[in-house]
């Protein structure tokens, strides 16, 4: 008995050294890193004034990687070139950054690293890390603080740039197209509120800019712009909010192409409804052309029967500008449209939306002789037709009503387009639910009479349009027969009462007209009625 006691503690023992080896072998795993890297030293010293050195280090109590720094280092006053930053693509347990222009004189000037500095292995970012120098013999110490807001969306875009122009003898209106500010500072992508900092005192002009190319320069067919219309005396205690716009741009022609051989397209910039196409090269009499605006692009097509070319010139005349264009569009080896149609509904038909009947080339003529539709009893249904030249549709007018189905039927030549092609013989199945499958949701606004003409619309959750209420006076907004699911409103104080919302101009000192989000989102349920009331003070 003794001996077997003696074999099994043997046992035991060898079985706990294996099993302590194996311990040894794994990760232990242990405390997540969260820790940041801490900056123990830079050369030269941050706050140095009568700054003359060429390249800054800054060390840190571990490795160090830099991520997306391209975006998260904001230097203020702007750079004209970009300097060398290390690491790239590696660790180090400092950041070198070596200028490559000559600095301003006198001028304070400011390192915003953003979240780029983060430790090499778990990611934490050292927020908030900054480098302030002068090239003077004093640091600035103003600030200006304030929040982004979009005009139209109900959160602002990530990246924004703030910037201050100081009014000088060379400042003007079209400086923020040319020059870069001389204070600049950027919303990162966590934020809609800015704060500049090391400031001198002055007069300025205060802007903000969704920077496409990144060049701290306006462009108005590329960035979103925010402009202040008081000039900025500091120092201040004031904070203001910008609200972030997209400009129509100036109206522009840009250079027409083939892009199929019985289709050139003139793609444009701006408004182009006095536009006028005219051909200088003397057609064929065979040929027929026709001018039409593609629908929801800016874009104008001019359509002809093909034949055998090698370039066309064109005239291209805005009437209301008094500006004319002249180009020669070369051919090129591209296919043929043909007729392709397509209606805004497939399946489940709407209770508030007519349906349509789309095509890619222009339509000409119907024969109604070939339309036909009936319901789930084989019964035919009464409906009209109607061809929309301008939005080159079918417009189709029937009664809808709950837990129908109906099949609509295209004979050959039912449809014919501006080449004389014509539809297949086509089906269309298309059936409608229950009102019970849906959800009545009604707002009341309350505001100031004299607010009216207010737009009210209802969006989905990504600000795509739902439905919208055109209003001149008071009244209850009511959206029936609404799908389940989560829904945004926004009040557009229609200003100018153009039935529209108008966005602004900044040479024209223009804001944009005024948008008031409903502050939550709204949910709707199958078989539900819902009352909301939002009440607009300001």
């Keep these: 008995m003794a001996r077997r006691f003696l074999a099994f503690l043997f046992l035991f023992l060898i079985a706990a050294v294996l099993w302590q080896c194996a311990r040894k072998g794994s990760p232990s795993g242990g405390p997540k890193d969260i820790t940041p890297p801490v900056l123990t030293k830079t050369e030269p010293d941050s706050m140095t004034t009568n700054f003359k050195a060429k390249r800054i280090r800054m060390y840190f109590d571990e490795l160090i990687k830099l991520e997306d720094v391209q975006n998260q280092l904001i230097v203020s006053p702007p750079l004209k070139y970009q300097p060398d930053i290390t690491p790239q693509g590696g660790a180090s347990k400092y950041v070198e950054f070596k200028f490559k222009d000559t600095l301003r004189e006198n001028t304070t000037y400011t390192l915003n690293f953003g979240q780029s500095v983060q430790d090499n292995n778990e990611g934490n970012p050292s927020a908030f890390l900054t480098y302030v120098f002068s090239t003077g013999d004093y640091i600035d110490s103003l600030t200006l603080s304030g929040a982004i ?27 923020i197209y040319k020059k870069p500010p001389n204070y600049i500072t950027n919303t990162l992508d966590s934020m809609v509120i800015f704060k500049l900092k090391n400031l001198k005192e002055g007069k300025y002009k205060l802007f903000a800019l969704k920077d496409a190319a990144k060049n701290n320069m306006f462009d108005q067919n590329a960035d979103k712009i925010a402009f202040l219309q008081d000039t900025i005396t500091l120092p201040t205690d004031s904070t203001y909010v910008l609200t972030l716009f997209k400009e129509v741009p100036d109206y522009s022609m840009a250079v027409p192409s083939f892009v199929a051989k019985n289709r050139i397209q003139f793609g444009y910039y701006g408004v182009a409804d006095s536009v006028k196409i005219e051909t200088i090269t003397a ?33 291209v005349t805005n009437e209301r500008l008094k500006v004319k264009d002249t180009f020669s569009v070369k051919s090129r080896k591209v296919g043929v449209d043909s007729l392709r149609l397509n209606p805004n509904q497939s399946g489940s038909l709407s209770f508030n939306e007519p349906f349509f009947i789309q095509s890619n080339t222009p339509l000409i003529e119907l024969d109604s002789t070939k339309i036909s539709m009936m319901d ?11 061809l929309d030249t301008l939005k080159n549709q079918v417009d189709f007018d029937f009664p809808v009503e709950p837990n129908q189905s109906f099949q609509l039927d295209l004979l050959p030549g039912a449809i014919t387009d501006f080449f004389g092609q014509v539809n297949d013989t086509t089906a269309y199945y298309l059936s409608t639910g229950s009102y019970a499958d849906f959800g009545n949701l009604s707002f ?70 005024k948008i008031s989000y409903y502050p939550d989102v709204i949910e709707v349920r199958a078989n539900w009625e819902k009352v909301e009331t939002f009440t607009i003070r300001d």
């Design 149 to 175: 807001k979009d005009a139209f969306k109900k959160k602002a875009d990530d990246f924004i740039s703030v910037m201050l122009y100081e009014i000088d003898t060379a400042y003007t209106d079209s400086t």
């Design 283 to 315: 057609l064929p009499d065979t040929v027929k052309t026709k001018i039409l605006k593609e629908r929801d692009k800016d874009t104008i097509n001019f359509w002809f029967t093909p034949f055998e070319n090698d370039s066309i010139i064109f005239t």
């Design 376 to 386: 789930q009893d084989s019964l035919s249904v009464d409906f009209s037709i109607s």
């Design 444 to 513: 009341e606004v309350k505001v100031d009479e004299k607010a009216y003409p207010l737009i009210v619309q209802l969006t989905d959750e990504q600000g795509e349009l739902e439905r919208e209420v055109i209003a001149k006076e008071t009244q209850v907004f009511e959206f029936s027969h609404l799908e389940p699911g989560n829904y945004l409103m926004r009040v557009i104080f229609d200003t100018n009462n153009n039935g529209k919302w108008d966005t602004g101009n900044y040479l024209k000192k223009l804001q944009p007209e």
